[in-house]
């Protein structure tokens, strides 16, 4: 139910940014976000730019609701000098400082895939154009993103002030690499319609595959010896694992198993992911955030099948089944064999059913229909460049039949980082980048 188909307030500074109530370097919007009231304090409008951040409240607001809101945009929008630089990566969203982490490690589906499957051969779904429209030149070499823009990896990443997801793994040149191989800046492992299972996916490379792909990289730094292996532990430990899985497993319920399979099915899912969560600990993981899963029964491919152009029960309700045990069984698992990871699971279910309800919390508009496609919703036929496109991109919270905009995923992420326990639990991404860390890995020596 998750497939991917081949083929593809006021103030001068405000004033000058149009409509903007966010103006930053990489954080750029083109309407203002009404929905941060979600965030910020009534009364409060906050603007910033490349260079300053200005605050203005009503009189009813107070100085310390006022500074408070100061300092969560600058949170936001400036990484802490703490970490490490990523060289060739990227540098601060505000355009200074360093990363709050030395690298990032990405692994999942296309919600986070930054071009792997453009270098894989058919059935592989390839992220073609309209994808991609707009990013910006400068990094439109850098295509291969199933969504209009820069997606949910890239803004993660951004927040922790790189100025987009790492490089996709599959695009790696000798001189490219050696970034991965000082362990600096990460790697992005992950591909398009790619699951946790192994039957799903043909073509694409499995979470088992990005799995062993990781190994090989870390056995392949320490065999180059360019990072000892101390520091290297040290380096893993202090960054962060990213993975997206799971929603693609769900087309085996759109090729014949029956819902009264769904308990057993998915608790072999999770099973499965708790056992690739536990191999990247072996390897010195201790830093994870994880996306559950989106209301599948609320995309528009869904939605164009339902009799009443509603949201199909059944697919959120696998949704629903996926995200309650996952949260279950990673809790007893790092009880049991991994104490030491710190991890945080954001609700991609939370935040979209949040901008369905209430749209203009998000700015958005259109809720129901992709931006590109065809059919009812948008949701019967896949993103072409011969398929109607929207011009508005930025109401629109999806881009296609399954995936989201750039701006609904801008507005996610906002929420993972400083939202509360209903956008990410057991802690946010913001606490989960401010928790200490123990140096027990395991040893190098296990690869």
């Known amino acids: 139910m998750f497939h991917i188909r081949n083929g593809g307030g006021p103030s001068a500074v405000c004033q000058r940014a149009r409509h903007r109530m966010w103006s930053t370097a990489t954080h750029d919007t083109t309407h203002r976000h009404t929905g941060l009231a979600h965030l910020l304090p009534a009364g409060v409008w906050l603007c910033l730019n490349n260079s300053s951040a200005l605050l203005m409240t009503a009189p009813a607001v107070g100085v310390a609701a006022a500074l408070l809101v100061l300092a969560a945009a600058a949170a936001v929008h400036c990484s802490a000098a703490t970490g490490e630089d990523a060289p060739g990566t990227g540098s601060s969203a505000a355009g200074r400082g360093r990363p709050v982490v030395p690298a990032m490690y990405v692994f999942g589906d296309s919600l986070v895939d930054a071009g792997n499957n453009n270098f894989l051969p058919p059935p592989a779904p390839r992220a073609l154009p309209p994808n991609c429209i707009d990013l910006p030149r400068t990094v439109l070499r850098r295509t291969g993103r199933f969504t209009n823009g820069y997606n949910l990896a890239d803004i993660i990443a951004q927040h922790l002030g790189f100025k987009m997801s790492p490089p996709a793994y599959l695009s790696l040149t000798p001189l490219s690499s050696l970034d991965l191989l000082r362990g600096r800046g990460g790697a992005n492992y992950a591909s398009g319609g790619s699951g946790i299972l192994d039957i799903t996916g043909n073509g694409t490379i499995t979470l088992r595959k990005q799995v062993e792909l990781f190994a090989e990289n870390k056995a392949t730094i320490i065999r180059t010896g360019l990072v000892d292996r101390e520091r290297l532990d ?42 690739y969560i536990n191999e990247l600990y072996e390897l010195g993981a201790r830093r994870l955030a994880l996306l559950d899963l989106v209301p599948a029964g609320c995309l528009p491919s869904q939605r164009a099948i339902t009799a009443n152009g509603e949201c199909d029960a059944n697919g959120n309700s696998l949704s629903q089944m996926f995200n309650a045990l996952l949260r279950t069984e990673i809790a007893k698992a790092v009880v049991a064999s991994m104490p030491f990871l710190k991890y945080s699971i954001a609700s991609l279910y939370n935040t979209y059913s949040d901008m369905i309800a209430n749209p203009a919390l998000a700015g958005l508009r259109e809720v129901k229909r992709g931006c590109c496609g065809g059919g009812k919703f948008n949701g019967e036929v896949e993103c072409t460049m011969a398929s109607s496109l929207c011009g508005n991109r930025d109401e629109y919270l999806f881009w296609d039949m399954v995936h989201g905009t750039q701006e609904a995923y801008r507005w996610a992420v906002l929420s993972f980082f400083h939202g509360s326990t209903r956008d990410a639990e057991p802690i946010n991404l913001a606490q989960l980048m401010q928790e200490p860390l123990s140096m027990a890995t395991a040893p190098c020596s296990s690869i």
Do not use: T, W
Not at 234 to 253: E, K, V, W, Y
């Open 234 to 275: 040290d380096l893993l430990a202090r960054s962060l694992f990213l993975i997206s899985s799971g929603g693609n497993d769900f087309d085996a319920f759109d090729n014949g198993v029956p819902m009264s399979q769904a308990p057993e099915f998915i608790a072999g899912m999770v099973a499965d992911y708790l056992k």
